[in-house]
């Protein structure tokens, strides 16, 4: 692990200053498993910083055809199992400013984001897993505890939602195409 982890970001100086302070093993536990948290999002962020730094290969416009081209780098943020992940990635548009052509970010779509997407799938896997054995209060809670993460119930249960939905579609379909043989 580079020393530019722990060294250069503040977060750490609080985390060493609460595990310092706990006084029972139960408290230094839980401060310790939020440093390994804090730790998981620099990782992250560094990675993502790296991989954003890459030369990028544009694809070409879908209605020119000609090759996209950078227009610098533009925040990106997601909420993970660690927290806030923030970087920069590469955007890019059609160099001829083809109309109703949106800009477009390769790191993404190589990452498995989608356009606006502000939640990772593993935080709501983790939360759907949770409310299929507790209530959505109690899923919540758990959630928070575990993660460090303060979603809502009414979150988690729209969540749940938008899942039975896809699957609701999912069965639609294959049921479809047994039907047809």
Request: hydrophobic share 45%.
């Amino acid at each position: 692990m580079k020393a530019s982890l722990i060294l250069y970001d503040n977060r750490f100086e609080e985390f060493f200053h609460k595990l310092h302070a706990s006084q029972t093993l139960v408290m230094m536990v839980f401060c310790v498993w939020e440093g390994l948290r804090l730790i998981g999002l620099r990782l992250l962020e560094e990675e993502l910083q790296k991989r954003a730094l890459e030369p990028e290969q544009w694809p070409p416009c879908e209605h020119c055809g000609q090759k996209l081209r950078s227009k610098g780098l533009r925040a990106r943020q997601i909420l993970t199992l660690f927290g806030w992940v923030t970087w920069k990635r590469r955007i890019g548009r059609c160099a001829n400013g083809c109309k109703g052509i949106q800009t477009t970010a390769p790191l993404d779509n190589r990452l498995g984001l989608a356009k606006g997407q502000r939640t990772s799938a593993e935080v709501k896997w983790l939360a759907c897993t949770l409310v299929v054995f507790v209530p959505y209060e109690t899923a919540a809670l758990l959630l928070r505890q575990m993660t460090g993460l303060n979603l809502s119930a009414d979150t988690l249960w729209n969540w749940t939602q938008m899942v039975g939905q896809a699957i609701g579609a999912q069965t639609d379909l294959e049921l479809a195409e047994l039907e047809k043989g």
